[in-house]
């Protein structure tokens, strides 16, 4: 008889949710997690970039606050405060994360984990065994061997720039992707002079790129040098040249290396035990089973999707599979990443699902597209003004007219982007989203605009 029905190797968002899933539903779970509970995510991911992003709205808000009749003097920020904030929110709900696995009577250890085999996990230098092992050990940042980065003090990850102790007055950014866009617009609103130095010819290469290019205008504050390839870092100082092989410096006081994440792939058993991995992440198939029998991954180490949510969704199949196989598998719980959306933090925010203009062509979708201004939005003017960025994008097929792709910039995209999904897992047409009732005045209305403007 196994010691645990299910032992999962992570604490993270992943590991968390599947744990506490597992133990409402009465069975004996173990939680293992070296470092914290919550992950990257929560720890020093998600939420205290979303808690510092907050102070940095509320700052912009006070010294723009004139146009709307409202007039606040004296603004300024204190960076100490803003820290111990972000680190309040983190300390509150990390306890309730550690509460609600006690809640679900799943036991937590502190402690390091390797994977043995199937249904063998060595933690702390003892063996335990379970009917069912989910790894669950997230990713680590990439550092790219660009010359001068190893070792430099200039030089941090998004970890140690969340930690810094003073505000620094430049700051050179590496990667234009959700990182590096947010860390941006985040220490720009600040008032710090920001670069962005990005490989690639726009930003935010998974997003439309009618709407990546209206982010990257609507950040203030940021200078952005596209095509560009950082070829070396000297001190604080970072070297680059452009498609033509033009070399040009970027002096700043810290270097935030932001070119992405990669699934921690080592450091815990993968090899040893005989799972299947690429360099992308833990082969799984569609319900986050891997070649192993009876072990699942989930979240970032499968590679499959680097988002927080996109692990909950994993961590909630593979419970199913494991509490009762047959009716998981009638029910349809597999992993469907097209409809998994993404949200970006910045200022201003966005979000999307589905397919972008570009992905519909590639696959040789024959497509249709509308692309509408927030301003139709009676909200968003009377909350942001007329010259604040805002827009809606829908893709969607020219035939059948189903919705393929929803695109959103401006504010409250990332909450209402669950709607669009649920469109796309519904496979409506652009007849049918016309009937659905949008309350008004919201933003939200931008995606009725949209369904209205294509075709006329």
């Known amino acids: 008889m196994s010691?645990?029905?299910?032992?999962?190797?992570?604490?993270?968002?992943?590991?968390?949710?599947?744990?506490?899933?597992?133990?409402?539903?009465?069975?004996?779970?173990?939680?293992v997690e070296e470092q914290?509970?919550?992950?990257?995510?929560?720890?020093?991911?998600?939420?205290?970039t979303k808690s510092l992003l907050n102070s940095a709205k509320l700052y912009l808000h006070a010294r723009h606050s004139e146009q709307f009749g409202v007039t606040a003097g004296n603004v300024a920020f204190d960076w100490g405060r803003v820290q111990a904030w972000k680190d309040e929110v983190v300390t509150t709900l990390v306890g309730g994360v550690g509460m609600a696995e006690r809640k679900a009577g799943v036991e937590v250890a502190n402690a390091h984990g390797t994977l043995v085999g199937p249904g063998v996990v060595e933690v702390a230098g003892e063996r335990k065994t379970a009917d069912h092992v989910i790894?669950?050990?997230?990713?680590?940042?990439?550092?790219?061997?660009?010359?001068?980065?190893?070792?430099?003090?200039?030089?941090?990850?998004?970890?140690?720039?969340?930690?810094?102790?003073?505000?620094p007055?430049?700051?050179?950014?590496?990667?234009?992707?959700?990182?590096?866009?947010?860390?941006?617009?985040?220490?720009?609103?600040?008032?710090a002079q920001v670069e962005v130095i990005e490989l690639l010819p726009e930003i935010l290469p998974f997003a439309d790129t009618d709407i990546a290019s209206k982010i990257r205008k609507g950040i203030q504050g940021v200078t952005f040098h596209l095509g560009c390839k950082v070829t070396?870092?000297?001190?604080?100082?970072?070297?680059?040249?452009?498609?033509?092989?033009?070399?040009?410096?970027?002096?700043?006081?810290?270097?935030?290396?932001?070119?992405?994440?990669?699934?921690?792939?080592t450091g815990w058993g993968a090899e040893e035990a005989g799972l299947e991995t690429t360099p992308r992440g833990v082969v799984v198939d569609d319900t986050m089973r891997t070649n192993l029998p009876n072990v699942w991954?989930?979240?970032?180490?499968?590679?499959?999707?680097?988002?927080?949510h996109a692990a909950y969704r994993m961590a909630e199949i593979a419970v199913a599979h494991i509490l009762d196989p047959a009716g998981a598998a009638r029910s349809g719980q597999v992993l469907r990443t097209q409809t998994i959306p993404w949200a970006v933090y910045s200022i201003p925010e966005a979000a999307g699902v589905?397919?972008?203009?570009?992905?519909?062509?590639?696959?040789?979708?024959?497509?249709?597209?509308?692309?509408?201004?927030?301003?139709?939005?009676?909200?968003?003017?009377?909350?942001?003004?007329?010259?604040?960025?805002?827009?809606?994008?829908i893709i969607a097929e020219k035939d059948s007219r189903v919705i393929r792709g929803i695109h959103a910039l401006g504010p409250y995209s990332p909450e209402t982007i669950w709607g669009a999904a649920a469109i796309?897992?519904?496979?409506?047409?652009i007849d049918d989203l016309r009937q659905v009732v949008f309350p008004h005045p919201t933003v939200s209305e931008g995606i009725r605009e949209a369904a209205w403007a294509i075709n006329n």
């Open 424 to 429: 796309l897992e519904s496979e409506y047409t």
């Open 135 to 167: 790894i669950a050990t997230g990713s680590v940042p990439v550092m790219p061997p660009i010359p001068g980065a190893k070792d430099n003090p200039a030089v941090v990850d998004s970890t140690g720039l969340l930690g810094l102790e003073s505000f």
């Open 354 to 393: 589905g397919l972008t203009q570009a992905q519909a062509v590639q696959q040789g979708l024959d497509v249709v597209t509308a692309t509408v201004p927030l301003v139709l939005s009676g909200r968003f003017v009377a909350e942001n003004g007329l010259k604040a960025p805002g827009a809606v994008k």
């Open 232 to 265: 070396g870092i000297e001190g604080s100082t970072v070297v680059y040249s452009d498609a033509q092989g033009v070399e040009a410096r970027t002096e700043a006081d810290v270097v935030l290396m932001a070119v992405g994440r990669r699934p921690a792939l």
């Open 3 to 31: 010691d645990y029905d299910v032992i999962i190797l992570g604490g993270g968002p992943g590991g968390y949710l599947a744990a506490e899933r597992l133990g409402h539903a009465k069975k004996k779970v173990l939680l």
């Open 297 to 308: 991954a989930v979240g970032d180490v499968t590679g499959r999707s680097l988002l927080a």
């Open 169 to 191: 007055s430049r700051l050179a950014v590496i990667g234009g992707g959700v990182i590096g866009v947010e860390f941006a617009s985040l220490f720009a609103a600040f008032g």
């Open 36 to 48: 914290y509970l919550g992950g990257t995510c929560l720890n020093v991911g998600c939420i205290p």
